[in-house]
C-alpha cells in the first residue's frame, strides 16, 4: 500500500497505533470515527498490506543496564556486491548492533550500538564490529544524551 492510498481514517489509526499499539480496539474505532468491528478490518488490511509491519514493546534502555549508545561509521575495504552481502549478514548475528544502515557519502554503513559502559563498548569494537568481514575503517561517537528520541513516523 503506498502514503498516498491512505485515507484520513487510515492516517489516525496509524497514528494512534504507533503512539499505542495496545489500545483496545473500541478506543481506537473512537478516535478514528469508526464502529469496532470496521476499524478492527481496517487494522487487518494494513498489516495484510505490509503498512503495519509488526508491534513491539518499547524498552528503557537504560532500565536494562544499556546506559551508553554508540553511532559507529563503518567503511568496507571493497565496494562490491559480495562484500555488501558478507558485511550485512555478520551484522544480523551481532546482537548489540540495533541497527545498520547503508549509506551514501564518507563511509558504507552506519551502525547504532547499546554497550553497558566504555569496556563493554570496547569490547564490543575488538571482538565483533573490527572481526566484521571487509571491515577497513572504524569511526565511533558516544551519544552524550538522545534530544528527541524515536516517537513515530509523521503521519
Not at 470515527?33 to 503495519?52: D, F, P, Q, T, Y
Not at 568496507?76 to 555478520?90: D, I
Request: net charge neutral; hydrophobic share 40%.
Amino acid at each position: 500500500m503506498k502514503s498516498h492510498e491512505l485515507d484520513k481514517t487510515d492516517k489516525i489509526i496509524l497514528s494512534e497505533l504507533q503512539k499505542n499499539a495496545q489500545r483496545p480496539i473500541a478506543d481506537l474505532a473512537q478516535k478514528a470515527g469508526l464502529s469496532a468491528s470496521s476499524c478492527h478490518r481496517r487494522v487487518k488490511l494494513l498489516e495484510e498490506a505490509g503498512v503495519i509491519q509488526g508491534y513491539t514493546a518499547n524498552l528503557d534502555r537504560a532500565a536494562l543496564g544499556l546506559a551508553n549508545e554508540f553511532f559507529v561509521e563503518v567503511s568496507l575495504s571493497a565496494q562490491t556486491e559480495e562484500a555488501f552481502e558478507k558485511f550485512e549478514k555478520a551484522v544480523q548475528r551481532v546482537p548489540e548492533i540495533l541497527e545498520c544502515h547503508l549509506m551514501s557519502g564518507q563511509f558504507d554503513y552506519l551502525l547504532r550500538v547499546a554497550a553497558t559502559d566504555a569496556s563493554d563498548y570496547e569490547r564490543i569494537h575488538r571482538s565483533r564490529i573490527s572481526r566484521l568481514p571487509g571491515v577497513q575503517r572504524i569511526q565511533s561517537s558516544l551519544a552524550l544524551r538522545t534530544v528527541k528520541g524515536w516517537a513515530g513516523y509523521p503521519i
